[in-house]
């Protein structure tokens, strides 16, 4: 059973750093494109930043020049480096992974529970 683990929310002032970590385990063949989303209270998720499975990256406008994704394919892991926080960035943020699991017959996409940032002004 693929599982994605999310970590590094809390709380932090503005101006302030996080960064999150999300794990993926399970019978995993392959792991195509990670990526970070995001949903504040009363509005629909939205994409943060995406990374494919040879680093081409891909962000949000609200994340240009703040966010930073990366990822470790030796480890099965996406992190989201996030800088000058803002509380307009105060959400709850969801791993995505699409990914081939052994006992399936092609990639689906997996979603992690979220961690919640929250941005204090």
């Known amino acids: 059973q693929v599982q994605l683990v999310e970590s590094g929310g809390g709380l932090v002032q503005a101006g302030g750093s996080l960064r999150l970590s999300c794990v993926v385990s399970?019978?995993?063949?392959?792991?195509?494109?990670m990526g970070w989303y995001r949903q504040a209270p009363g509005k629909q998720r939205e994409l943060v930043a995406t990374?494919?499975?040879?680093?081409?990256?891909n962000y949000a406008d609200s994340a240009k020049g703040r966010f930073t994704i990366s990822r470790d394919n030796a480890k099965n892991t996406v992190s989201l480096q996030m800088n000058g926080l803002k509380p307009e960035d105060t959400a709850t943020y969801y791993c995505n992974a699409n990914l081939w699991e052994a006992t399936l017959p092609s990639r689906m996409n997996y979603w992690g529970k979220g961690t919640l940032v929250t941005v204090s002004s």
């Open positions: 399970g019978s995993i063949l392959s792991i195509n494109t």
């Open positions: 990374i494919t499975a040879a680093r081409s990256t």
